[in-house]
């Protein structure tokens, strides 16, 4: 089970940081990804990390603004979103995918398990 938390309501140019929470320990083992979808709009990638930590992917609309990281004694992935603009607006969904351990991926479908999404906002 992954619960995500951190959302919430900002302005333009702030900074939020999600969490997501993993319930049992298989999870650190695993490539783990973020998501976001606007309302009446498909699920997109937003930033992916590998079991270790050593390697991360970003999509290019967030690319210098957001860093992924994790935590796997705390089992723990994070999400840093900074300048954050109205278009980052979504429900933000953290994922695991159980396929892949050093290597990632942007495919929503290869993910296997997800959390139930926090609310951003960013007011402009």
């Known amino acids: 089970q992954l619960v995500e938390s951190g959302g919430g309501l900002v302005q333009a140019g702030g900074s939020l940081r999600l969490a997501c929470a993993a319930s049992e320990t298989t999870f650190v083992s695993y490539a783990m990804g973020w998501f976001r979808q606007a309302p009446g709009k498909e699920r997109k990638f937003v930033a992916a990390i590998n079991f270790s930590g050593s390697h991360t992917y970003y999509a290019d609309s967030v690319k210098g603004r957001f860093t992924i990281s994790r935590d796997n004694a705390e089992k723990m992935v994070y999400l840093q979103m900074d300048s954050l603009k109205p278009e980052d607006t979504a429900l933000y969904y953290c994922?695991?995918?159980?396929?892949?351990?050093?290597?990632?991926?942007?495919?929503?479908?290869?993910?296997?398990?997800w959390g139930q999404g926090t609310q951003v906002t960013v007011s402009s």
């Open positions: 994922a695991a995918d159980l396929g892949r351990t050093t290597s990632i991926n942007r495919d929503a479908d290869e993910y296997d398990y």
